[in-house]
């Protein structure tokens, strides 16, 4: 039977193991997939003697997506472009290391809330590696425009200079006092303020009729983003559940070859929250 895992530390709370085995009983896959916890000073040496035991492939999370991309003999291009790797596949010319966590966000709004991009009015939150990764897919999907926000204005104008041949427009960086007076289609959250329950300080008017306004993280409940935007006019409210399920999907697909059906998944994980 074919080996799979999430590796990372910690790593018990993790929902990878679930999804990847009602992903493999939906597609009729015969493969076993666990967590592993790495020691910190040890991803290297666990992701090795993982491989060497007839590992195929590994789910990568917190905090090793920056060495797994190192560790990678190949990258895709949207591993490349996000600078870390949360999908490795272990074949016989070596390691290729792949980012699916763009591809899932964007799969997420565009399929599992009939939300386009192509043609929209942009807003990525937040200038670390959860918005780097999902900088290329949003421009591939030819927004109207890309505006990168983030408290400290100078790493979000780094961050778009990087992606300005990237795609048919030009990002652009800024800082959130910069975004007065502008109104986004869409806006994405992409910044680690749910995580103690806070939401970014933002200037008021930036939703315009029929938003969406979508935080990354997720919980049981509306995250402070999510309430915050609701308030403030925002029409479609949504979490980063369906996110996890598809960049997970992504990474099913890139090994075994076939896509599952997310929905299913995604309201089995929805109702146990």
């Known amino acids: 039977m074919d080996r799979y895992a999430v590796i990372g530390n910690p790593i018990a709370h993790s929902k990878s193991p679930r999804l990847h085995s009602l992903f493999a009983a939906q597609t009729g896959q015969s493969l076993s997939y666990e967590a592993l916890l790495a020691p910190l000073d040890g991803f290297a040496a666990t992701v090795a003697a993982f491989r060497a035991a007839g590992g195929r492939g590994l789910n990568v999370t917190v905090p090793f997506k920056l060495e797994a991309f190192d560790l990678a003999d190949r990258h895709t291009p949207r591993a490349a472009a996000a600078g870390a790797v949360n999908t490795l596949a272990f074949g016989p010319d070596g390691i290729l290391g792949d980012n699916t966590d763009g591809a899932g966000i964007l799969r997420d709004i565009t399929v599992n809330l009939r939300c386009p991009v192509a043609g929209k009015r942009v807003l990525l939150l937040g200038a670390g590696g959860a918005a780097r990764g999902t900088v290329l897919p949003l421009l591939e999907a030819r927004p109207a425009s890309l505006v990168i926000a983030n408290r400290t204005a100078a790493r979000a104008a780094d961050l778009a200079d990087e ?30 303020a749910s995580l103690s329950d806070a939401a970014p300080d933002l200037p008021a008017g930036l939703y315009a009729p029929d938003s969406l306004a979508y935080d990354m993280m997720y919980g049981k409940g509306d995250t402070a983003f999510m309430v915050a935007a609701r308030q403030q006019g925002a029409t479609l409210v949504a979490d980063g559940l369906g996110m996890l399920v598809e960049q997970a999907a992504e990474s099913f697909l890139l090994w075994r070859g076939v896509r599952p059906d997310t929905a299913p998944v995604l309201a089995e994980l929805r109702a146990a929250l």
Request: hydrophobic content about 40%; overall charge positive.
């Open 163 to 192: 992606f300005t041949s990237a795609g048919a427009i030009r990002p652009e960086g800024c800082g959130f006092i910069q975004l007065g007076g502008r109104r986004f289609d869409i806006v994405i959250n992409a910044t680690s």
